[in-house]
RNA sequence: GCCGAAGUGGCGGAAUGGCAUACGCGCCGGUUUCAAAAACCGGUUCCCGCAAGGGAAUGGGGGUUCGAGUCCCCCCUUCGGCACCA
C-alpha cells in the first residue's frame, strides 16, 4: 500500500481482517472470553426483508447509527451485542416463484448472500456467528414453537394475565355436556383461535391479497382484476385481550411520543356504556355503544349496521324491499370502497321505532353503512346535535336535530332560530322575584333551551334539555340539567346500572389479529385437523414442521355451487397433507402465518442464536434482556436502543409486543417490554428531475449547472423536487456505487452529516465529496502521501508517551490544540449518546481544521483523534492507527478504550461575551468567567461602542449571566 | 376531516430563553503551476455604501420576557399517520 489515502485498499484489507479474526464476536455468560464485570448493550436494527434489488441508501442511515453507537459503546467498555439477520419468508420470493419457477428458497438465499456482502463492505460491527434467518428451520421452529405456547394459552381476566391451557377451569354445566362441549369450551378460550373470515379472492390472478393489495375500488392493485370476499377459516391471535396492557405499558417506555401516540390510537381504547333500547312492538332489545351516554336525551333516532341480525326481523313489509336491497349492495362493496366515500351519507328507514329508556320516546331506527358491523354493538343512538356523522345524516334525511350540550361559544348557535341563550338574565330574573340561588339556578337549567346548532358540537359542555318529561315514574335521579359532561355522563351511567338499562362498558378499535395466509412462503402452522373437525396441535418434539416440496406455488381452488373457493398452495404437497394417527386420518393445516410472525420474537434469538434446547437460553435471556436503570431498578424493556423507520410504528413493534407479553406471562421471559428505547430514523429521499411534461430523467441524463439541471441530450431546464426514491422516478441511489467511488468510510459519514438522524432529508450527490474531502484531510494530517510513513505535521520532538498512557487519559502541556481535543472528545461522546452524529462530525472537522491551521499535531493526539474518528469511519480509523502505532501494532482498535477528557481543559477561563443594551447588541467583551457583575459592568460602559448606545442614559438594571452575556437596561 | 412532526442563507443544516446562520456544499478571491486539476489559505445571510458603517431577516400576525429561531395564542404551507371506531 503507497502512501495515498486508498478507501477501496483499505477496506479491502481491514474487512478481512475482522472476518478473520472474528473481531465482533460477542460472548455470552458462561462462554470463554466472558467478562461478566462489563456493563451490557443491546443494540438492534430492524432486521431487513432482503430483496432482490440489494440494499438502499435507506438502509445504512439506520444501520451506520447504531454501529457509531456500538463501537462507541464498547470502547467505553461494555459488552455489546450487535447482530443482523433475515426477514426472509414474504410476498416478493413467492411471487417470483409464481412467475418464474424458481423456489423461493433459492431466490431468498441469493438476495441474502447480495445483502450480507453489501453489509460487510459498509464494515457494520455485527457478531456475524449470530446471523439468523427467520425462514430457516432452525429458527422458525421456534416460531412455530411459540405459536403453540400461544395456542396452548387463555387470558385469565381476573389475574390480567395468559395462563396454560390446562389451568383453565371448566364450569360444571361444561362438564356435563361431554367431551364434545369440553373440548369447544376450552378452543374458544385459546388466545390462538379458529374463525370464519372474509379473505380477499382474486380468480383472475388466482391468488388471495392482503388488505394493502386491493384498491379503493376493489380491484386488485397489480392488473386491476375484480376482487371478492370468500369467507374462509382463518387463525386469530386474541390480542386485543392485551389491549389495556399493550396501552398502559407505553407509558414507562423510552420512544418516540409520536409512536406511542399511534399505538394508542390504534389500540383505541374508549369508555362509555353499553345500553339497552326496547322496540316497539317487539320482544328483542336493541343493544348500542356510546360514548356519550350524556346525551341520551338528545338521541333522535337509531341507527343499524347493514350486516346487523335484527335488520331482518324489525323491518316493517312496508320498507322490506328498500332495506333489503340496501343492505345487499352494502355488503357486497368492499370495506375500503364503504369507506372510501365520506362525502355523502346513505340509509334507509325500517319502518321499526326503539324506545328511549331515558324519556320513553319513540324514535326512528335506520340502516346505514356509516355504522360498522365489526365495533362495539353494530347500532348506534343517533345524537346529531353532537356527533358529526348523526349530524351531516339528519340534515340530509330531515331528522330531527335536538341540542342537549349548551355550547360554551356561539360559534355553534344559529342566532336567527334560537329564542333562549340569555340564561343569566333569566336567572337574575327569577333572584329577583324571590327565588333561593340554588333554585334560580336549577330553574334556569330546566327551562328548555331552544338552541338550533348550526354544526354538531362535540366537546364538553353544560348540559340541557335533559330530564325526563315524567321524573317521578322512569328515573327520578335523572336530571342532570345544568351538569357538566363528565358528571352528567357519570350520573347517567349509574342510574342506567341501577335500573338495569345499561352498563360501563370500555370498547376497543383493535380486532383480534388475523395470522392466517393462503400462502406457500411461511412459517406451517403445527396443527392437524381430525375427521370430526377437531383440531390437534403437534407435540414440541415433532416441531420443527418443515414446509414441504411443491411445484406450483399458485393456491388450488375448489367449487362450491357456482362459488370458487381457494385454498393454500400447500394442499399441493398431498403427501405432506395427510397424517395418520392412531388409526385417524388427520389434515395438515394448509395456512402459512403472516411474514410478521418470523420478526416477532428474532430480538430474542439473537441473545442466544444457536440454543437447540429452547427457543433462548435463560441465562443469556436475562443477560441482555434486563437492563438496569440508574436507581438500580430494572427498566421494564430489555433492548437499550432499537433503531429502525418509522412505517413500522404501529404494526410490528404491536405484534412484538404481544408476543412478549405472552411469554412474559407464562414465565419465558423476564421483562414486560421488549424494546426499552426506540428510535425512527428519517427517510432519505432524492432530487428527481422533471422535463416540462413531468418525465423524469435520470441523473446521468443531466448536466448539473450553476443556473439548473439541464437535460444533457435536448438541453432542457428540469424541475426539481425531493421526492421519495423509487424507480420510476430514476432518483435512486445504490449505496454499493457510492462506495465504489468514495469508499464505506465517505459513506457512512455522508449518510451521518447530512442532518439530524431523525429527520427526513434529501440526498445531494453534489455533497457526497466533503466528507470524503474530510477523510483526506485527516489522512494527510497524519500520513505522508509519498513515503506512506508518519506526515510532517506531527511533531517529532515531542517524547512518544507509552502506549498506556497515550490514550485513555490527557497528557502533554495544554496548549490551545490540547484543549480543543478535550472539547472535541466531550462533545463526540455525548453527541453519540443523544444520536446527534452530523453535529459530532462537525465537531470533528473543526478539530481538524484547526489542526491543520495549527500546522502541527502531537503524536499522542493524533492517536486521540483517530480513537474518536474510529466509532465513524472504521476502515480508515483501523489503518491510521495502525501506521501511527507502527508495524509492531497487531490488534484492531475496536476495543481500545475511548479516550478521557479533562473538564478543567474544556473550560475556557477568559471568554469573549456580548453586551447588550436594551437586549440589542451593542458590542463585545472579552472577561474572565470568575469576573463579578461590576467589574464586567465597568469594563463595558468604558467601551465606546457601549457608551454610545448608552447616551448618557442611566443604567436602570444590568443583567449578567457569567460567562454569557451582560445585558444593560436604560429608560427610554 | 382528525392526530402528529416540521418551516432558519443559493442548498443540506447548527444554535441548555442569552453573539442567529457552526459544519459541509456551492460560489468568489489568493497561494502554488507553463497551464489546469488537486491541494492549501481567506471571503461569502440579504439590502444601502468605495469604505468605515448602517438597516433588515429564523413561514405570517399577536403576546410573555431585560432578552424569543427557541415559550404561549391565532393563521399559512409542507410532510407523515388515521380515516365514518359512535
Request: hydrophobic share 35%; charged share 25%.
Amino acid at each position: 500500500m503507497t502512501g495515498e489515502y486508498n478507501p477501496a485498499a483499505i477496506r479491502e484489507k481491514w474487512q478481512a481482517y475482522w472476518d478473520q479474526h472474528k473481531t465482533f464476536r460477542t460472548a455470552n455468560p458462561g462462554d470463554a472470553g466472558f467478562d461478566a464485570a462489563r456493563p451490557k448493550c443491546y443494540i438492534l436494527d430492524f432486521f431487513p426483508y432482503p430483496s432482490g434489488a440489494g440494499l438502499h441508501v435507506g438502509h445504512p442511515e439506520g444501520y451506520t447509527a447504531t454501529d457509531i453507537l456500538a463501537r462507541y459503546k464498547r470502547m467505553k467498555g461494555f459488552n455489546v451485542l450487535h447482530t443482523m439477520g433475515w426477514d426472509a419468508f414474504g410476498l416478493p420470493a413467492e411471487q417470483h416463484a409464481l412467475e418464474t419457477g424458481q423456489h423461493p428458497a433459492v431466490t431468498t438465499t441469493n438476495n441474502i448472500n447480495t445483502f450480507r456482502r453489501q453489509l460487510k463492505m459498509l464494515g457494520f460491527s455485527y457478531d456475524w456467528d449470530r446471523e439468523l434467518s427467520t425462514t430457516d428451520a432452525d429458527y422458525y421452529k421456534w416460531t412455530q414453537w411459540i405459536f403453540l405456547q400461544i395456542y396452548n394459552s387463555w387470558f385469565d381476566d381476573t389475574q390480567e394475565k395468559a395462563r396454560p391451557i390446562t389451568e383453565l377451569p371448566i364450569p360444571a354445566d361444561v362438564k356435563s355436556r361431554g367431551e364434545k362441549a369440553v373440548r369447544e369450551f376450552v378452543d374458544s378460550h385459546r388466545l390462538a383461535y379458529l374463525a370464519e373470515v372474509p379473505v380477499n379472492w382474486c380468480p383472475a390472478l388466482g391468488t388471495v391479497l392482503a388488505n394493502e393489495e386491493v384498491t379503493n375500488e376493489g380491484k386488485s392493485e397489480r392488473g386491476n382484476h375484480p376482487v371478492f370476499k370468500r369467507p374462509l377459516k382463518q387463525w386469530m391471535l386474541r390480542i386485543t385481550k392485551y389491549a389495556d396492557r399493550l396501552a398502559d405499558e407505553l407509558e414507562e417506555l423510552h420512544w418516540p411520543e409520536a409512536v406511542k401516540l399511534m399505538q394508542r390510537n390504534w389500540i383505541g381504547r374508549s369508555e362509555g356504556a353499553q345500553v339497552r333500547f326496547k322496540l316497539d312492538g317487539h320482544a328483542e332489545e336493541l343493544e348500542i355503544f356510546t360514548t356519550r351516554p350524556d346525551t341520551l336525551f338528545g338521541a333522535t333516532y337509531m341507527v343499524l349496521a347493514p350486516e346487523h341480525p335484527l335488520v331482518a326481523k324489525i323491518t316493517t313489509p312496508g320498507q322490506r324491499s328498500a332495506v333489503t336491497a340496501y343492505c345487499e349492495a352494502a355488503i357486497n362493496r368492499s370495506e375500503l370502497a364503504r369507506t372510501a366515500e365520506t362525502k355523502e351519507k346513505s340509509g334507509v328507514f325500517t319502518g321499526a321505532y326503539a324506545i328511549n329508556p331515558v324519556n320513553n320516546e319513540r324514535i326512528p331506527v335506520w340502516v346505514a353503512d356509516y355504522v360498522l358491523i365489526g365495533y362495539g354493538t353494530g347500532a348506534i343512538m343517533a345524537v346529531p346535535a353532537h356527533d358529526e356523522r348523526d349530524f351531516e345524516f339528519a340534515m340530509q334525511f330531515g331528522l330531527p336535530i335536538r341540542c342537549v350540550v349548551l355550547p360554551p361559544d356561539r360559534s355553534y348557535i344559529d342566532a336567527n332560530h334560537t329564542q333562549q341563550v340569555g340564561w343569566s338574565s333569566r336567572y337574575d330574573e327569577l333572584r329577583d322575584a324571590g327565588a333561593e340561588y340554588k333554585e334560580a339556578k336549577q330553574q334556569v337549567y330546566d327551562e328548555m333551551f331552544d338552541v338550533r346548532l348550526i354544526k354538531a358540537f362535540c366537546d364538553e359542555g353544560m348540559a340541557i334539555n335533559s330530564r325526563p318529561a315524567t321524573l317521578d315514574r322512569l328515573l327520578p335521579s335523572l336530571n342532570i340539567n345544568g351538569k357538566k359532561t363528565p358528571a352528567a355522563k357519570d350520573q347517567v351511567i349509574r342510574a342506567l346500572e341501577r335500573r338495569g338499562l345499561g352498563t360501563r362498558t370500555i370498547n376497543y378499535k383493535i380486532r383480534d389479529w388475523l395470522f392466517s395466509r393462503q400462502r406457500y412462503w411461511g412459517e406451517p402452522f403445527p396443527i392437524l385437523h381430525g375427521p370430526d373437525g377437531e383440531v390437534v396441535a403437534l407435540d414440541e418434539s415433532e416441531l420443527p414442521l418443515t414446509l414441504p416440496e411443491i411445484s406450483d406455488y399458485h393456491p388450488t381452488v375448489t367449487h362450491e355451487g357456482n362459488e370458487e373457493v381457494p385454498a393454500p398452495p400447500l394442499g399441493r404437497a398431498t403427501e405432506w397433507v395427510t397424517v395418520t394417527r392412531g388409526g385417524k386420518s388427520y389434515r395438515r393445516e394448509l395456512n402459512t402465518m403472516p411474514q410478521w410472525a418470523g420478526s416477532c420474537w428474532y430480538y430474542l434469538r439473537f441473545c442466544d442464536p444457536k440454543n437447540a434446547m429452547r427457543f433462548v437460553g435463560k441465562e443469556a435471556e436475562r443477560y441482555w434482556m434486563l437492563s438496569k436503570k440508574k436507581d438500580g431498578t430494572y427498566h421494564v424493556g430489555g433492548i437499550d436502543l432499537y433503531l429502525g423507520g418509522a412505517e413500522h410504528a404501529v404494526l410490528h413493534l404491536l405484534y412484538a409486543r404481544f408476543w412478549h407479553k405472552v411469554l412474559y406471562d407464562l414465565g419465558h421471559v423476564s421483562t414486560i417490554e421488549p424494546f426499552g428505547r426506540l428510535f425512527n430514523q428519517g427517510m432519505i429521499r432524492a432530487f428527481a428531475y422533471r422535463d416540462s411534461r413531468g418525465i423524469p430523467t435520470g441523473y446521468e441524463d443531466i448536466d448539473f449547472r450553476e443556473d439548473g439541471a439541464i437535460h444533457k441530450a435536448t438541453g432542457e431546464k428540469l424541475h426539481a423536487s425531493v421526492e421519495k426514491m423509487s424507480k420510476s422516478l430514476k432518483n435512486v441511489i445504490n449505496p454499493e456505487q457510492v462506495v465504489n467511488e468514495y469508499g464505506a468510510d465517505s459513506l457512512r459519514l455522508y449518510e451521518m452529516f447530512m442532518g439530524p438522524l431523525e429527520a427526513s432529508k434529501p440526498w445531494n450527490p453534489r455533497d457526497v465529496p466533503g466528507v470524503f474531502r474530510f477523510l483526506q484531510r485527516v489522512w494527510r494530517l497524519l500520513v505522508d502521501e509519498t513515503t506512506g510513513g508518519l506526515s510532517s505535521y506531527i511533531s517529532a520532538n515531542e517524547p512518544h508517551p507509552p502506549v498506556e498512557e497515550s490514550h485513555g487519559r490527557p497528557s502533554g502541556p495544554p496548549d490551545a490544540l490540547e484543549r480543543l481535543l478535550h472539547k472535541t472528545i466531550k462533545k463526540v461522546g455525548e453527541d453519540i449518546e443523544r444520536l446527534a452524529f452530523n453535529t459530532a462530525i462537525s465537531t470533528m472537522m473543526e478539530f481538524v481544521n484547526e489542526a491543520y491551521r495549527a500546522k502541527s499535531i502531537r503524536k499522542d493526539q493524533a492517536e486521540r483523534f483517530v480513537l474518536v474518528l474510529s466509532a465513524f469511519a472504521p476502515f480508515i480509523a483501523e489503518e491510521l492507527w495502525q501506521r501511527v502505532r507502527g508495524p509492531a501494532w497487531k490488534t484492531s482498535i475496536a476495543y481500545e478504550q475511548w479516550p478521557a477528557f479533562d473538564p478543567k481543559l474544556v473550560e475556557d477561563d477568559e471568554v469573549e461575551i456580548p453586551v447588550q443594551v436594551n437586549g440589542k447588541l451593542a458590542g463585545r467583551l472579552v472577561v474572565s468567567k470568575s469576573a463579578p457583575q461590576d467589574a464586567v459592568q465597568t469594563a463595558a460602559m468604558g467601551d465606546p461602542k457601549v457608551a454610545e448606545k448608552l447616551g448618557g442614559k442611566p443604567v436602570v438594571k444590568a443583567i449578567y449571566v457569567p460567562g454569557r452575556m451582560l445585558n444593560l437596561v436604560v429608560k427610554g
